[in-house]
């Protein structure tokens, strides 16, 4: 059974950092890409970055580009997601998901066959 588990949510000021986890178990992780979305109250869920299997390719999402910087560590299981200069923006539950498909693809969360169960991130102002 496949398990995603993030952590890393927090409540943080306007410019702050926070580093966000994805671990997975109960499947390959080296074999499938890894993406992180959000989705703040009443609005759509939202591609924030996207990392391939071997990590050498990455996307972000426009609004978080410069900002934000998403890596793994295949050997841990573990995606990361490292946010820098936060903004109230920002504010959303953040949820990994892993997929078989292209790196190309991962902006799309139709593509993503698991989810975590997200962790919350506030930015105050």
């Known amino acids: 059974q496949v398990h995603l588990v993030e952590s890393g949510g927090d409540l943080v000021q306007t410019g702050g950092s926070l580093r966000l986890s994805c671990v997975a178990s109960g499947l390959s992780f080296s074999n499938v890409a890894v993406g992180w979305f959000r989705q703040a109250p009443g609005k759509a869920r939202e591609f924030v970055a996207g990392i391939s299997r071997s990590g050498d390719n990455t996307l972000y999402g426009d609004s978080v580009k410069g900002r934000f910087t998403i890596s793994r560590d295949n050997d841990r299981n573990t995606a990361y997601l490292q946010m820098e200069n936060l903004k109230p923006e920002d504010t959303a539950v953040y949820s990994c998901?892993?997929?078989?498909?292209?790196?190309?693809?991962?902006?799309?969360?139709?593509?993503?066959?698991?989810w975590g169960q997200g962790t919350r991130v506030t930015v105050s102002s």
């Open positions: 998901g892993t997929t078989r498909a292209g790196w190309l693809l991962l902006r799309l969360s139709s593509n993503y066959n698991y």
